[in-house]
């Protein structure tokens, strides 16, 4: 019998070694990014620079909390955050650039939006996105550092809204259910419909949509 071989175990996030940032004034900001895996719509990047001495309880990475968790956590860090914002890359620039490097530059945008500016950045991942401030990447990011599980959420009900607003404009591909993942459902609505203009069409199932029609 051959034994079979398994791959490195994933990390729990409680197993990373200790988060050794290398600043200590006050603004600091999360960045975090959602929708790089959707066939349609903008990827989406927040900032969040918060309140150190207004510390919000129950953040975590925003796909861990219930949809209706996340609305109130959005609200409640936009109320006593110190700043934050919300930048996006549109589908002709991901198209254009790539999704990594359109991602970058939808980091860069709410980075560049944040009103007062950040002098620090964490950010979510294993690359900083490219912006002349100083900061560190950080792997699993949105489970280890409350400003960037912040950022993750406020990404992502910006984003699930938007999917929404699309549902109501196109209601035959169901983006309310999906928020523009490549499910059966898109998929099957994809062959049915065709793309629309907001899909992303360098992505293979638009792709080979796109060269059928």
Excluded at 28 to 56: K, M, N, S, Y
């Amino acid at each position: 019998m051959r034994e079979q071989k398994s791959g490195p175990r994933k990390l729990r996030p409680s197993e990373y070694p200790p988060l050794v940032i290398d600043y200590c004034g006050r603004w600091l900001a999360g960045v975090d990014e959602v929708g790089r895996g959707p066939l349609v719509g903008d990827v989406v990047a927040a900032a969040v620079i918060l309140d150190p001495e207004r510390p919000i309880d129950g953040l975590t990475d925003s796909k861990a909390l219930s949809s209706v968790r996340r609305e109130l956590l959005d609200a409640e860090i936009r109320r006593v955050a110190l700043a934050f914002a919300i930048g996006r890359a549109t589908p002709a620039e991901i198209d254009q650039l790539n999704i990594y490097h359109a991602t970058h530059l939808a980091m860069r945008r709410a980075i560049d939006a944040l009103s007062p500016a950040a002098e620090f950045l964490l950010v979510d991942g294993n690359r900083l996105p490219g912006h002349r401030l100083p900061g560190i990447a950080v792997v699993k990011g949105d489970l280890r550092h409350p400003a960037i599980s912040a950022a993750s959420i406020i990404a992502k009900v910006a984003r699930d809204a938007e999917m929404l607003a699309l549902d109501q404009r196109y209601p035959g591909y169901g983006f309310a259910r999906h928020k523009g993942y490549p499910t059966r459902e898109h998929l099957e609505a994809l062959e049915r419909l065709g793309p629309l203009d907001v899909h992303r069409r360098s992505f293979g199932p638009v792709k080979r949509q796109l060269a059928l029609s």
